[in-house]
């Protein structure tokens, strides 16, 4: 007799993706809230996030390791180029995120990952998820790049214009790599102002009965949606008349502003798509020789910094051998001391015998006569 086995059911894996410091990890809460499992092994919260990152540590140590082979780096501004690595580097990072995936959300049916290094290389997670036969479905989350850039600086001393660039490049590869992908926009500020049309798109999106706000979940949701943890706020307004911000970022984050509203505007993605390929255009064309020169002016620095270290661990050392000639000094005086007390105390102890001897008395009263007599 034949059972016939019941369809297993398809597994969604959310991927959030945004700039750094654009509202990743609230968001990435609120849909573990929501139900969907996070990494086992997540980075928690430290100085420079205290709720929490929510990111797969495993991922983090990976996506370093691939972006240095490709000659760059988390704030590098330039299009990544997944495909210029040879071919057996491709198939072994490729391999390493399906692997560690699995080992970070075993079988959970419903989970969120967030690294914002994916935002660059999103093709790359796609092939990846479907190596492991799980649906990928995006949540791409945007912030006002001033508060961003603001944010940057503080944890990372990254001047305005920097960030900014980074910003534009981790939005427009984001946006470009998911179209035709399951996928809806929200922004940090929109779960700061009302979190209910946030919450009905993501779970929109999931399209699963088991995914949604439970009883409780409200206030749990709040606590991270607190206006405190908001460390910069700009308005609009600021963007807008900023005159040193490139029109490029102007541009893009208006056009992600109407995607919040219309995840299919078209007005919007040709605006992306224009700064893009200026964009692209422009990273091509100067991008290789800024980094280079920031590469070379951080080797440079490096090298002082490691002179410097050799310097002062050659000082330490020295100082080092001075204190312990001091002390071997120190300990022959002390010992040199404690012979010359030792000697003194004989001396007094034979001094003391020969004042309580009879001779001693003796020699005493023949000099007290001695010098009676001469007197006389």
Request: overall charge negative.
């Amino acid at each position: 007799m034949n059972v016939s086995k019941s369809p297993e059911k398809k597994r969604t894996g959310i991927i959030v993706l945004g700039m750094h410091r654009s509202g990743t990890s609230v968001l990435t809460r609120i849909i573990n809230i929501l139900g969907a499992a996070l990494p086992v092994n997540c980075l928690g919260a430290n100085e420079s996030n205290a709720t929490g990152h929510w990111e797969p540590r495993s991922l983090i140590w990976l996506h370093e390791q691939m972006l240095q082979e490709s000659g760059s780096q988390w704030d590098d501004w330039r299009s990544f180029e997944f495909t210029r690595m040879p071919p057996d580097r491709q198939a072994h990072f490729t391999y390493e995120i399906s692997r560690l995936l699995r080992e970070e959300y075993e079988t959970a049916p419903i989970f969120v990952l967030k690294e914002p290094r994916i935002s660059r290389f999103v093709p790359l997670y796609i092939a990846a998820f479907k190596m492991w036969g799980v649906e990928p479905k995006f949540v791409l989350t945007n912030r006002n790049p001033l508060e961003v850039a603001a944010s940057l600086h503080v944890r990372d001393k990254i001047t305005r214009g920097y960030a900014l660039l980074i910003w534009l490049r981790h939005e427009l590869d984001a946006e470009r790599a998911t179209r035709g992908h399951s996928r809806t926009f929200v922004s940090y500020e929109g779960m700061l102002d009302d979190k209910w049309p946030i919450i009905e798109k993501i779970v929109k999106l999931v399209e699963d009965t088991a995914f949604v706000l439970t009883e409780g979940s409200d206030n749990e949701i709040d606590e991270f949606l607190s206006p405190r943890y908001r460390h910069h706020q700009m308005a609009i307004e600021d963007l807008e008349s900023e005159v040193p911000v490139l029109n490029w970022v102007k541009e893009a984050y208006f056009a992600f502003k109407r995607l919040e509203v219309d995840a299919n505007d078209r007005r919007a993605t040709s605006v992306l798509d224009r700064v893009n390929a200026e964009f692209d255009t422009l990273s091509g064309t100067f991008g290789t020789i800024f980094v280079s020169e920031s590469n070379t002016r951080t080797q440079i620095l490096r090298e002082l910094h490691e002179e410097e270290v050799h310097d002062l661990t050659h000082t330490i050392g020295a100082l080092r051998q001075q204190i312990m000639d001091l002390r071997g000094e120190l300990a022959q005086r002390v010992s040199s001391n404690i012979q010359v007390g030792e000697r003194l105390e004989a001396a007094n102890l034979s001094l003391d015998a020969i004042l309580k001897s009879k001779t001693y008395r003796l020699s005493t009263v023949f000099k007290r006569i001695y010098r009676f007599l001469i007197w006389k």
